[in-house]
Nanobody
Framework: QVQLVESGGGLVQPGGSLRLSCAAS????????MGWYRQAPGNQRELVAT???????TYADSVKGRVTISRDNAKNTVYLQMNSLKPEDTAVYYC????????????????WGQGTRVTVSS
């Protein structure tokens, strides 16, 4: 199995910064895309940013210019640097990874972390 563990959430004032981390562990042969999603109360889960194993990134329009996603392939870890945070960024942030568990298994499976809460408030 594969486990994703997020960290770095918390309470921050508007305009502040946070850095989220997500480490994948378990039976991992390779990881394709990794990403961050978020879900605010009463809303559906939405994409924040993704990054491929080769470093190609995508961002939601709502966070472009304020958020940077990066990854350390050697550590199976993805990061989300969030700057100029706004109250509307308040949500539970979830890490996602597309994992190929074994060489003999030619497909990837989606895994999710438990989420880390980010609250932006004065």
């Amino acid at each position: 199995q594969v486990q994703l563990v997020e960290s770095g959430g918390g309470l921050v004032q508007p305009g502040g910064s946070l850095r989220l981390s997500c480490a994948a562990s378990g039976t991992i042969f390779s990881i394709n895309a990794m990403g961050w999603y978020r879900q605010a109360p009463g809303n559906q889960r939405e994409l924040v940013a993704t990054i491929t194993s080769g470093g190609i990134t995508t961002y939601a329009d709502s966070v472009k210019g304020r958020v940077t996603i990066s990854r350390d392939n050697a550590k199976n870890t993805v990061y989300l640097q969030m700057n100029s945070l706004k109250p509307e960024d308040t949500a539970v942030y979830y890490c996602n990874a597309q994992v190929r568990q074994r060489l003999a298994v030619p497909y990837v499976s989606d895994y999710w972390g438990q989420g880390t809460r980010v609250t932006v408030s004065s």
